[in-house]
């Protein structure tokens, strides 16, 4: 009965300990590009590609080492570049862009705990032409990802894991809205 | 022989406390489950977890740029995708005379169900300390409504198209607040 308490508190103790040593970190800008959205060939298709300059990038939050994880606007701003960049649509000069990229993260739901978690992020992409204030696209995404025990058994890392799947998967389907949108070459000019 | 029958008495008598206790916690758990989920979430803001600072069912909004505003608003299990979609919409017309303007217009408005992890766990005693046993897993569904609005100038005449803040007000605040 005694060793069952003892072991029932260094269990108990050990955990509060781990709490109290792990710090949350915010989520890393090269874990939020999507690896395979689309296919080179895609982008080399596309009439966007080398078009885009992004020009804000919003309500991301800072994060508090002693809570969740969460995004921040910088780290999402550079993951929106790289992406931007990887698959061929990034300008290469902000000023001359024919396209303007305004990014806002109205939202990422995160769970209060579990073993399972799974955050799902809500991200307006706002996408005007430059030459005469046209929106070509103005949308909302939606995108989740599940992190398991399996992918780290940390909570607080578990969570990161889960806010930059989540980011990964909604900039990904950004992606391939941008390459589906119906924009000819000379309405870009 | 005595003792034996004593001893047997003993620990019968202790493992009957034992599942009463069981069956109590897991009762007094089930109430409060039942009691926590019946009732569909309500024109409330919502709340951060203390602990890991987690947003909570109700509303919350961010300015955008200028005059521009989100409202996102998360139900309970309970809610339906109907009731956090009239939430949004009240707190924006709540927000926009906050802003001391008195009409705005939805600019994209969207309806999502999203899912969420709940652990099952059954309380059982280990060495006299109740401790809550992770034994599985579900998945609770929960409505949220995405509002995204621009607040319009003070002028004489509105377009028809254009949404009135105190109009808005009266037709939802009665049943929602």
């Known amino acids: 009965m005694n060793q069952i308490l003892t072991f029932v508190r260094l269990v108990l103790m050990i955990g509060m300990l781990g709490t109290l040593i792990a710090c949350s970190t915010p989520a890393r800008s090269g874990h939020m590009v999507p690896k395979s959205a689309l296919s080179l060939s895609h982008s080399l298709d596309s009439p966007l590609r080398n078009a885009i300059a992004i020009s804000k990038v919003g309500g991301g939050e800072k994060t508090n080492p002693m809570l969740w994880s969460k995004v921040g606007t910088s780290e999402l701003h550079e993951a929106l570049r790289l992406s931007l960049s990887q698959y061929g649509f990034l300008s290469t000069s902000d000023v001359a862009a024919p396209f303007r990229l305004e990014v806002f993260l109205i939202e990422l739901k995160q769970p209060p705990g579990g073993y399972t978690l799974i955050v799902t992020s809500f991200i307006r992409y706002k996408l005007t032409r430059n030459r005469d204030d046209q929106v070509v696209y103005d949308d909302v995404i939606t995108a989740s990802y599940k992190a398991t025990v399996d992918d780290a058994f940390a909570a607080i890392h578990r969570m990161k894991l889960a806010n930059e799947g989540s980011i990964r998967a909604n900039i990904a389907a950004f992606l391939q809205h941008l390459h589906s949108l119906n924009i000819t070459k000379s309405l870009i000019q | ?177």
Do not use: W
Not at chain 2, 89 to 113: M, N, P, S, Y
């Open chain 2, 1 to 177: 022989m005595l003792m034996r029958l004593l001893c047997k008495v003993s620990i019968v008598e202790k493992t009957k406390g034992a599942i009463k206790g069981l069956i109590g916690s897991i009762t007094i758990l089930i109430i409060l489950g039942l009691v926590g989920c019946a009732r569909p979430t309500g024109y409330t803001k919502s709340a951060s977890s203390f602990l890991t600072g987690a947003k909570g069912y109700g509303y919350s909004d961010k300015r955008i740029n200028g005059d521009e505003f989100s409202i996102v608003v998360l139900g309970n299990p309970s809610t339906s995708k109907a009731r956090v979609a009239e939430i949004a919409l009240l707190r924006a017309a709540h927000l926009t005379k906050e802003q001391g303007r008195t009409h705005f217009v939805i600019i994209k408005q969207k309806a999502e169900t999203t899912e969420k992890a709940v652990p099952i766990s059954i309380p059982l005693f280990v060495g006299g300390v109740l401790v809550p046993v992770p034994v599985g897993e579900k998945t609770d569904k929960e409505s949220m409504a995405i509002l995204l609005i621009r607040l319009l100038p003070l002028q004489p005449a509105y377009p028809p198209d254009v949404l009135n803040a105190a109009e808005v007000i009266d037709n939802l605040a009665k049943h929602l607040e």
